[in-house]
C-alpha cells in the first residue's frame, strides 16, 4: 500500500513537473506566436534618448519601422521591437503604452489608477523613456509597479490561493507521515527528475525549431477569436496618424467601453462590436473569419438594419473595402461589393485614397493584380489621385515594389512624371524611403518614363538633397557627375550641408573625395551663413566633423573653429544647443589654450554654456557640458545683454535638472542679477522654490 501511494504520488509530481516544463516554454516563445512582427523580451526598457537610440541601433530599426519598448500585452515582460507603424505616433496624456492584439501599439489609462508618474500631457511614443513607471511592471501579478490597486488585488488573490493549497497539502502530508521513502524510492526520484530534464530539453529544441522556422507566427484566429477579442484602446488621431488605418475602439468578451467618439455615429451601441470585429478581419486579410461574421451575425439575420454596418466608415472616411485593400484580400472585397451594393470599388475616403491607393501602398500584389485586371476596375481607378495628388504610382514608390510599379506602368494610362501637391514625383518618393531598387529600376527604365532628374521641389530640393539627407551612397552615386549635384536649395543649403547636418560619414566621404564639384560646395554657405562644419556641429558625427575640419585646410588650425554664422553663432554654440557631448570635448581640448576664442559670445553675447540651457534633453548631457566647459575655461558668470547667466536661461526654459545641478557646484551665479533671477524662477514652482531655498542658504 505505501509503495503504491508512493508510486502515485511521483506520478502527480511528475505530471506537475510537466505542466511546470509546458509553462516554461510557453512563457519563453508566447511573445514570438502572438505578433505579426519580431519582439524581443528585456529586462528593462531604455531609460534615455542615448539609450533609446543606441537599441535602435542594435536593433536595425529606422525610420518606417520605428524602435519601441513597451510592456506586453499580458503585462508579463517588458518587450522591444521595430514597430511597423513608424518612429513617432502620438498619444492622449494619461495614458501608458502596450503592445496589444497581433501587434497594435495602444494606450493603457493610467490617469486614475497610478499614484504617480501617469504622462500628464500629450506625448509621442519615442519620448515613452521619460515615464518610467509606465516601464515597470510586476511581472508575476501582472501590473504596472504604480497601480496599487492592481497589486493589491492581486495579492489578495495569490494570498487565498496559497491558503487553499496549504491546506490541501496539510491534510495529505498528515495522512502520509507514516512514509518512508527507501533507497529504491530514491533511485526512483533520480530517474525522474532525469527524464523530466530530457523533456524540458526536448521541448526547448521543439521551441527553438519553430520560432526560427516562424511557425508560431501564424495568424490563428479560431470561432473562439471572434466572440472573445482581448481589449485594444484607442489610438490618439491627429496628422501624423491620420493616413493609418487603425481599430478605433477596445474589444473585449463583455463589449466596448464607449466614449463621445463612438457615440457620435450611426451606429447603434450594440452593433460597435461587429463593426470594429469586421475591420479587423478585413485588415488582418482573415477572410474566412470575415466570412463566418459576416454570415452567421449579419446576413444571417431577419434584421436587415444590419445591414447597414457593411457600409459603416471610421472617422477617417474608410469604409471596409479600404480595410480590405490593406490587408489585401481579394475575396473580401469581392465579398463586400457582392453583398453590399451601396459600396462602389471607386470610393474613398476623407483624405482621396482609393482602395488601388492602399493596396500599392501596402504592396498587396495579389489584389492590385485583381483591380487592374478588370478593364472596369482599371478605368475607375488607375487615374485617380488622392487630395494631395498622390496617384498609384506614388503610392507604389513609397512601398518600393518593382512587380507592381511594373504592373502600373504597363497598363500604359498612369503618369509617371505627375507631381505631388508638395512637389514629389516617384523617384523622389523612392529615394526619401531609402527604395534602392526601386530607384534603379525608375533609373533604368527612364528613357520610356522620360522623368526629369533636375527638377526641385517648392524648397528647392532635387534628388540629390533627398540622397544625401537619406544618407544613401548607391541612389547618390547614380547623379555624383550630374551638375544640379551642386545646385542650392533656396535657402542656400548644398548637398555637402545636408549630409553633415544628418550625419551621415560614408556619403560625406564619397561626396568629398568622388564628386566633381567638391571645390565649389566645400566652401559654400547657406543662407544662415553656415559653412558645413556647422552643419558637422549639429549632426553630432565626430568622424564627419573630423572629415570636414581636416578638408578645410587653414594655415591657422583654429580659425575654422571660430568661424561665425550671421548671428555669430560658432560650432562650440552648436553642438551645445544639439547636446552633442563628443564635439564639444573635442573642440574644448583645442580651444582650451585660447580663452578669447573658447569664450566667444554671439550677437546677443551669449556664450556656448548658455545654448547648453536650451532644447532640453535632462538626460545628463546638460550637466557633462557643463563641466567641460568649466573644465576648458569658459567663464560660467558670463551675462548676455539682457543680464542673463546660464542659470537665468535654465530657469527661463525649465531646466529643472540643470538648475538643481547649478545651485549645487555653482552657488556663485546667485549672486548675479537676483532680481531677474528670481523673476524668471517663477515660472515653475519646483523651480522657484529651489531657487528661493538656495539664496536662503546662501545668505
Request: charged share 25%.
Amino acid at each position: 500500500m505505501p509503495c503504491s501511494r508512493y508510486t502515485l504520488r511521483m506520478r502527480t509530481v511528475d505530471f506537475i513537473l510537466l505542466i511546470m516544463v509546458h509553462q516554461m516554454c510557453e512563457n519563453l516563445f508566447i511573445t514570438a506566436s502572438e505578433y505579426d512582427f519580431e519582439v524581443f523580451p528585456v529586462e528593462t526598457c531604455p531609460q534615455s534618448n542615448e539609450e533609446w537610440n543606441v537599441r535602435s541601433n542594435v536593433q536595425k530599426c529606422n525610420k518606417t519601422h520605428g524602435y519601441h519598448c513597451v510592456p506586453n500585452k499580458h503585462l508579463t515582460s517588458l518587450i522591444e521591437f521595430c514597430y511597423p507603424g513608424g518612429v513617432r505616433l502620438p498619444f492622449e496624456g494619461g495614458n501608458c503604452l502596450e503592445l496589444a492584439a497581433r501587434g497594435i501599439l495602444n494606450q493603457i489609462p493610467c490617469k486614475q489608477t497610478f499614484q504617480n508618474g501617469c504622462p500628464d500631457n500629450f506625448f509621442f511614443s519615442q519620448d515613452l523613456y521619460k515615464y518610467p513607471k509606465c516601464l515597470s511592471i510586476n511581472t508575476e501579478l501582472r501590473c504596472f509597479d504604480a497601480d496599487v490597486e492592481c497589486i493589491f488585488s492581486r495579492v489578495l488573490e495569490e494570498k487565498a490561493s496559497k491558503q487553499n493549497n496549504t491546506t490541501t497539502v496539510k491534510n495529505t502530508a498528515e495522512k502520509d507521515a507514516h512514509i518512508i521513502v527507501s533507497n529504491e524510492s530514491s533511485a526512483a526520484l533520480t530517474a525522474v527528475i532525469i527524464s523530466i530534464v530530457v523533456i524540458n530539453i526536448f521541448a526547448l529544441l521543439i521551441g527553438l525549431y519553430f520560432w526560427k522556422s516562424e511557425k508560431l507566427c501564424f495568424q490563428k484566429h479560431t470561432h473562439k477569436h471572434l466572440e472573445e477579442t482581448e481589449m485594444l484602446h484607442p489610438f490618439s488621431r491627429n496628422a501624423a496618424t491620420k493616413h493609418k488605418i487603425c481599430i478605433e475602439k477596445p474589444l473585449n468578451r463583455n463589449g466596448i467601453d464607449v466614449d463621445l467618439d463612438e457615440l457620435d455615429s450611426e451606429h447603434l451601441v450594440e452593433d460597435m462590436d461587429q463593426v470594429l470585429l469586421l475591420r479587423r478581419h478585413c485588415l488582418d486579410g482573415a477572410y474566412e473569419n470575415f466570412k463566418y461574421l459576416l454570415f452567421k451575425n449579419i446576413l444571417g439575420k431577419e434584421d436587415q438594419s444590419l445591414l447597414s454596418i457593411l457600409q459603416s466608415r471610421d472617422k477617417m472616411g474608410s469604409s471596409l473595402l479600404h480595410y480590405s485593400a490593406e490587408g489585401g484580400s481579394k475575396d473580401i472585397l469581392e465579398t463586400l461589393l457582392k453583398y453590399c451594393p451601396e459600396l462602389n470599388v471607386d470610393d474613398t475616403n476623407h483624405f482621396g485614397h482609393t482602395v488601388l491607393h492602399l493596396a500599392c501602398k501596402r504592396g498587396r500584389y495579389s489584389l492590385c493584380t485583381f483591380l487592374l485586371s478588370s478593364e472596369k476596375y482599371s478605368r475607375l481607378l488607375l487615374t485617380k489621385s488622392c487630395h494631395n495628388l498622390w496617384n498609384a504610382a506614388h503610392f507604389t514608390a513609397f512601398n518600393g515594389d518593382i512587380k507592381i510599379f511594373r504592373l502600373l506602368h504597363g497598363k500604359g494610362e498612369i503618369d509617371m512624371k505627375a507631381e505631388t501637391r508638395n512637389g514629389l514625383n516617384i523617384l523622389d518618393i523612392a529615394c526619401i524611403n531609402k527604395k534602392t531598387d526601386f530607384c534603379m529600376e525608375l533609373v533604368n527604365t527612364n528613357n520610356e518614363l522620360n522623368l526629369f532628374f533636375e527638377k526641385s521641389d517648392p524648397r528647392g530640393w532635387t534628388i540629390a538633397h533627398f540622397a544625401a539627407k537619406t544618407g544613401n551612397k548607391n541612389i547618390f552615386n547614380l547623379f555624383i557627375s550630374n551638375k544640379f549635384t551642386s545646385s542650392k536649395t533656396h535657402r542656400g543649403k548644398t548637398i555637402l550641408h545636408i549630409c553633415c547636418e544628418y550625419g551621415h560619414y560614408d556619403l560625406c566621404e564619397l561626396i568629398v573625395k568622388k564628386s566633381p564639384f567638391i571645390g565649389q560646395i566645400l566652401h559654400d554657405i547657406d543662407g544662415e551663413g553656415w559653412n558645413v562644419l556647422h552643419s558637422a556641429a549639429k549632426g553630432g558625427n565626430l568622424e564627419v566633423f573630423k572629415l570636414i575640419e581636416k578638408s578645410l585646410k587653414s594655415s591657422d588650425p583654429l580659425e575654422i573653429l571660430c568661424k561665425e554664422t550671421f548671428n555669430r553663432k560658432t560650432v562650440l554654440h552648436i553642438c551645445c544647443i544639439h547636446k552633442h557631448v563628443d564635439i564639444c570635448k573635442y573642440i574644448c581640448q583645442k580651444l582650451k589654450s585660447t580663452p578669447q576664442k573658447l569664450n566667444k559670445v554671439n550677437d546677443k553675447l551669449w556664450t556656448a554654456a548658455h545654448y547648453v540651457a536650451v532644447e532640453i534633453q535632462q538626460n545628463g548631457k546638460e550637466e557633462e557640458l557643463i563641466r567641460i566647459l568649466v573644465e576648458a575655461g569658459l567663464d560660467l558668470k558670463a551675462k548676455s545683454d539682457e543680464g542673463k547667466t546660464v542659470l537665468t536661461v535654465a530657469c527661463e526654459h525649465r531646466n529643472k535638472t540643470l538648475v538643481n545641478y547649478l545651485l549645487h557646484h555653482h552657488p556663485e551665479l546667485l549672486k548675479i542679477e537676483t532680481a531677474k533671477l528670481r523673476e524668471v524662477a517663477g515660472f515653475d514652482d519646483d523651480i522657484e522654490a529651489n531657487i528661493h531655498n538656495a539664496l536662503q542658504e546662501l545668505n
